[in-house]
């Protein structure tokens, strides 16, 4: 019998998990699992740059809502991996990051590639794990898989030193593991006081976040929203369970969009916060009226009563409370009560909705040159209009207008960086996108300056096959931090901001993708006809106007109260 050595042990645990692709860039210390995921289940997926594969297995984890596998070598292949992983833990992703690192015969010899890495990524992640002992490296992949999916979803780290991957294996010292874990359910008591503030309510509104995403709760969530008749609003992963078609979902909950969030969440009265993060994005709970009443859901126990006092906290899985709580609506007829009851608030937020989105046609309707960035916005969104297509957007300014123009229809098929903020993950998210759903179209926006991090994916794209669209609203500068100091400073300071035009279009093409530039508003459709229309990936650069300011940018001058001197 061959000798069976810890880098098999790790190839074997992950085709027994299902693993369907591990995202990675190769290096000596992870060849030891390399060797034995040839001609196996799993794709070993190869990126331009470690940060690429983590987003990519990000964006995996997110549309699948189970563990993706990310995997690195030592020292600088494990530290080009860290923006991707501290993005998925503010993203509820659960991505595992595999990283190999120097054996245990050679640590602090100056050996290559030598750093100590747990510490650096122990913060960043739920667990981290280090194996040194080779058969015990199916029992530390379980607890990989198990902590990524416990809770509230989120990152795991495992280090394999290579000399453990190398090591040949007692066998019969080895426990397989696989262990799978059930949602956390809600107790009757906490529900039937849910209802009693929903009687009380006159202006209620109901806010679902990335957990219904994640606890797969869109049915539940729907049929509750549709039994009381209550304005809904969706935020994070959470876009799209409710489609923003829908007559009772007044799209995303930021307040910057046009619609009726701002007055929705300024003037109610009670809000069921269900599944999200009290943020940035809601002046970190300011935005809410002092009165209302709070109801916070939430797997995670330290998420509620974050920047905010919360009338009645439930820790709890989203979906096992809203099927829950659609059962004791369903007594009685309280529903058909509070539908009653919630009509004359309603046609408030319809027309304040109406009213927002009249004021935003100026920008979306905008003909001048260079193209208004919100245009085109409004002309992606148009064209990507099935149910089914997916928009990843990135760049700073860039997925402001995209945030505030996107129509969502369906649960998993808009992408951004939220909370993390990290620019490059437009890319990496429309491959991983891609991967998951080849029958699909699959556009992603970005900005210049978020394009320039990660542009080398185009090559993994092109040459792998993807049919990719990506947009580039390309103002020539870093917009969102050039406008955020004209407005904090009274001028921008040209080093740092200004980036210049650039031909990424011919870039691409000479790449061997298709690549076409735009600088008239009535020429992006016919340019995206005939990018999709292509087969190929492809660029479409988009020279859009410099002087555009947007409402995040007028945020970020305002953070923390700077002012000019």
């Known amino acids: 019998m061959d000798k069976i050595i810890g880098g098999k042990l790790v190839a074997d645990a992950l085709i027994e998990r299902g693993v369907d692709y591990i995202f990675t860039l190769s290096g000596g210390h992870i060849t030891p699992i390399y060797q034995f995921l040839e001609n196996t289940s799993i794709t070993i997926f190869d990126t331009r740059h470690e940060q690429a594969a983590v987003f990519m297995a990000e964006a995996w984890a997110r549309m699948n809502r189970k563990p993706a596998v990310a995997m690195v070598t030592a020292g600088p292949g494990f ?38 890495q747990l510490p650096v990524i122990e913060p960043m992640v739920k667990k981290a794990l280090v194996c040194h002992i080779p058969e015990r490296i199916p029992e530390f992949i379980d607890i990989a898989f198990r902590t990524a999916m416990s809770g509230r979803p989120g990152p795991v780290y495992l280090e394999l030193p290579c000399d453990v991957l190398n090591a040949t294996v007692d066998m019969t010292k080895v426990k397989k593991m696989h262990t799978t874990l059930t949602t956390k359910p809600v107790d009757r008591e906490n529900t039937r006081k849910v209802v009693d503030l929903l009687k009380a309510a006159k202006n209620p509104i109901v806010i679902g976040g990335s957990g219904i995403w994640y606890a797969d709760a869109g049915k539940e969530f729907v049929e509750f929203v549709e039994k009381i008749g209550i304005p809904a609003f969706t935020a994070g992963a959470g876009r799209g369970v409710l489609p923003d078609t829908h007559p009772l979902c007044f799209e995303s909950s930021l307040a910057i969009r046009p619609g009726g969030a701002m007055l929705a969440l300024m003037s109610s009265d009670l809000v069921l916060f269900l599944g999200g993060r009290l943020s940035l994005f809601y002046i970190f709970g300011e935005i809410f009226p002092a009165a209302a009443k709070f109801i916070q859901v939430d797997i995670a126990p330290d998420e509620i009563g974050r920047n905010r006092t919360v009338d009645l906290g439930i820790v709890s899985d989203t979906k096992a409370f809203l099927k829950e709580l659609n059962s004791i609506l369903d ?113 992603a926006i970005m900005g210049d300056g978020s394009t320039g991090f990660n542009f080398m994916e185009y090559h993994t794209a092109i040459r792998k096959k993807i049919p990719i669209v990506v947009v580039i609203g390309n103002d020539q500068a870093w917009g969102m931090i050039m406008h955020s100091q004209q407005l904090r400073l009274g001028h921008n300071i040209p080093n740092g901001t200004e980036l210049g035009w650039v031909d990424y279009h011919k870039m691409v093409e000479v790449m061997g993708g298709f690549g076409i530039c735009v600088e008239k508003p009535e020429d992006i459709r016919p340019a995206l006809e005939a990018a999709f229309a292509s087969g190929k990936t492809a660029c479409v650069n988009v020279k859009v106007d410099p002087a555009i300011i947007s409402p995040g940018s007028v945020a970020l001058a305002n953070l923390g109260g700077y002012k000019s001197s």
């Open 79 to 116: 530290t080009n991996a860290l923006s991707g992983i501290a993005s998925a833990r503010l993203s509820n992703a659960p991505v595992i990051l595999i990283a190999g690192c120097v054996g245990l015969e050679t640590a602090e010899k100056l050996d290559l590639q030598d750093m100590t």
């Open 331 to 443: 007594e009685k007829a309280i529903g058909d009560k509070l539908k009653k009851q919630y009509q004359p608030w309603v046609d408030t937020v319809r027309k304040a909705d109406l009213e927002g989105k009249d004021q935003a046609k100026a920008m979306w309707e905008c003909n001048t040159l260079p193209i208004h960035p919100m245009r085109l916005a409004k002309e992606v969104n148009d064209f990507m209009n099935r149910e089914d297509d997916i928009v990843v957007a990135d760049g700073g300014d860039t997925s402001t207008w995209m945030g505030m123009t996107r129509t969502v229809k369906n649960g998993g098929t808009y992408l951004d960086y939220g909370l993390y903020g990290c620019l490059a993950v437009g890319l990496p998210y429309a491959i991983a996108a891609k991967l998951k759903h080849p029958d699909k179209r699959v556009l």
